[in-house]
Each structure stands twice: as structure tokens, then as C-alpha cells.
């Protein structure tokens, strides 16, 4: 058992496809152990994307990230980490497989519908960047 972070985008917040993508995860067999909408400072979108801060499009990713709310969710279940990043397939929407979240609801690399921990390491650092142990309603 697993435990990664997933993030509902702002485009797709504002799209109304917060259920849709949810239906998937949970169609798939990943459960939703901990979950909130809320608006990302400009702060708290920096420190989370921290890694790409010398990139060229961090100033547009976090830019983008605090333009709508988000949904944050802590995904469980069996090979979480691999589960959620083929759910929403590649990074790109122009690369992503059909049926994946990106394929179907993102409209560019940058707003790009979902995002997911990486690594089981990330994963670990990511949880616990937005939510407290006690928010994390795990079954197993
Ligand atoms: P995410 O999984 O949230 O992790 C980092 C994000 O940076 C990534 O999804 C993309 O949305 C974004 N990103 C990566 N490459 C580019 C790019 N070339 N232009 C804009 N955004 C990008």
C-alpha cells in the first residue's frame, strides 16, 4: 500500500471536473484518504514547486497555480505512486494516452489538469507540505 499526493488543477477546478477526475481515481481502485479545495498563496505554490524554481516557466506555473482554487487529495491503495501518474498520463496532454486525465481535461503542458508525486519519496514530502498526520484518513 501506497500513498501519494494528487492536485486537481485550477483549469480543471474552473471546467467542473473535480467529480469526473475523482470518478476516475476511485473507478481505478485508488481511495481518497484526505481532501481540500482551497486557493494556494503565491507563498505556498513556490514552496511547493520548489525543485523547478530555476526553470523557465516557474514564474507561469505558479502564476497559474494560484488563479483558481485547487483540490489537494491524498490518494491510497496498491502502487499508488505508478496508479495515479498513468491515470493521468504523460505530462504533456499532445503525449498523453486515451482515456487519461491529461488526454481528456488538459489543455496545454501548463494547464495540464492534474498533478502527481513522482516517487514514493516525493510523494512522502508532498503529503505532508499540505496536509497535518491527523488530516489523513487512512484504511490500512
Ligand atoms: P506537474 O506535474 O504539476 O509538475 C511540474 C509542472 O510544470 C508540470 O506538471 C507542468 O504543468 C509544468 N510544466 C512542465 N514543463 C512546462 C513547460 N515547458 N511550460 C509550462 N509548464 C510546464
Redesign the pocket.
Known sequence: MERTLS?IKPNAVIDNNIGNIIKMFEDQGLRIAAAKLTHLSKEKAEGF?IE?KERP?FG??VTFMTSAPVMLMVLEGENAVMKNREIMGA?NPAEAAEGTIRKLYAKS??E?AA??SDSLQSADREVNYFFDKNEVNSRW
Open positions: 492536485i514547486y523547478h516557466f507561469e506555473l505530462t503542458i501548463g495540464n498533478h502527481g
